[in-house]
């Protein structure tokens, strides 16, 4: 059996583990980084399908990610900004169609008022969370035992504006239903990209993508560490004591290492049998988070017809199947690419449908979008995450109702040797690659600071 030993074993070359990989290298560490795709990259992935490159994972950089934006630097890679220009569109609960510019849906003067009213309480609340500890906000046990949805039927009356102001964090970012998860874990979220303005404001945070594709920036940090990644490495059992651990991936490959760091979603840490098994509140724990669900869909057309239109392509429903769509054309392709996406409970609906059906159905909300033209692409892939053994769902991981209060400050907590990280611990940027960075590079930090 080949064995490999080092100071580190980092299991997951996504974002994280390859960030955490790097910084240790820098500082003079030997690393081993096990994944067990043939990729790297893990939810980031750029491919070519059907002669069109595509981001069939995380894309966008919004301007206060900062710990992404340093590093898509550093690795000498460069950004571009969205296609933006022109009007976007909103389709209300009677399918009646309006251009609109600006950031409050058109939905009559008192609703979109009300929703103005609603963003700006959220906001006021928002300032009293600290998105590396939410636990610790005035009330947060309160607002964790609340559903997102019943805290905002509680202060407003209003259901057109809850329906639109819950879409910003269920469908569009937790892609769960806004009865699933706590108004405390959508308070983090909004705290974690700086407000919940900013969540709203599509310019913002779906401002700029990495040329060549956001998988770039985990394929450039793989090559720099050369063969200390091993691919096709799913990591199995972790046997660990006060000295360190041995883990064994398929393949028969094993490593040791003074100190593991488990760069995966909390989700799959419970895919390792651990030896001696994890502490009850570590088990415990991980049981209470859950994947959201999401389709990431995207159409390409011989050219961007909607721009001749007018339109920006950016289009949101809270009543479509596909709740927001935007142009996702890569800079300089003279092809026209839309991408949209269909959340929580709608793609249950969709994945109950044949292959045929279900394309049928999403691109009819492209239809309504943006006109008969959209019924059409020369290329249509959905992402499917859900079906990804490594992965199981998109975009990320939160917490059930009251469970960020009840185990929130044990989430990032180490057991002995074993460290984890990922960007669905992450405070700024959680669920985003900016998260990822930023939990590496902490990770990075803390093992450095263990091994001396
Ligand atoms: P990630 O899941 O990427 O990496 C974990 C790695 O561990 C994987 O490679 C996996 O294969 C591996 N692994 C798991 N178990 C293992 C085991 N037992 N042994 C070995 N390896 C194992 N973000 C953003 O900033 N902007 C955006 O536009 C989007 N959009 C978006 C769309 C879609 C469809 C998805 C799925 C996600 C996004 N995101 C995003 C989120 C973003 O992509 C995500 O938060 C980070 O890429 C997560 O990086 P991590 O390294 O933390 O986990």
Known sequence: MPSIQSDVVIVGAGV??????????????????????????GRTWTDEIDGVTLEIGGQWISPDQTALLETVDELGLTIYYRYREGKSVYVDADGLRTEYTGDIFPVGAATAAEIERLIAHIDTVVATVDADKPWEAPNAKAL??????????????????????ALFIAGAMLTKPAHAFSALQALLMAASAGSFEHLVDADFILDKRVVGGMQKVSLTLAEQLGDRVHLNA?????????????????????????????????????RISFAPPLPRRQQ?????????????????????????????????????????AYDNTIEGDSRGTLVAFVSDERADEMFRLTATERRQRILESLVQYYGPAAANPVVY??????????????????????????????????????HFASSDLAGLGYQHVDGAVRMGRRAAEIIGGLLG
């Open 284 to 324: 415990q724990l991980h049981q209470h988070l859950s994947m959201g669900l999401v389709i990431k869909v995207h159409a390409v057309y011989e050219t961007p017809f909607w721009r001749e239109a007018g339109l920006s392509g950016t289009a949101f429903s809270p009543y479509l199947v596909a709740h927001e």
């Open 16 to 41: 994280t583990g390859l960030t955490a990989a790097s910084r240790l290298t820098a500082a003079g560490y030997s690393v081993t980084v096990l994944e067990a795709r043939d990729r790297v990259g």
């Open 234 to 270: 799913p990591v199995r059992t972790l046997r660990w004591d006060e000295d360190g651990v041995v883990v064994t991936a398929d393949g028969g490959l094993e490593a040791s290492a003074r100190i593991a760091l488990l760069a995966v979603p909390p989700t799959l840490v419970s």
């Open 144 to 165: 964790d035992e609340i559903s997102f949805r019943a805290w905002l039927e509680s202060l407003s009356d209003d259901p057109v504006a809850v329906a639109n102001v």
């Open 381 to 418: 892939y959905e992402s499917d995450w859900a079906s990804e053994e490594w992965t199981r769902g998109a975009y990320a991981t939160s917490f059930d109702l009251g469970g960020l209060a009840r185990f929130g400050d044990d989430l990032r907590s180490p057991v002995g040797p074993v």
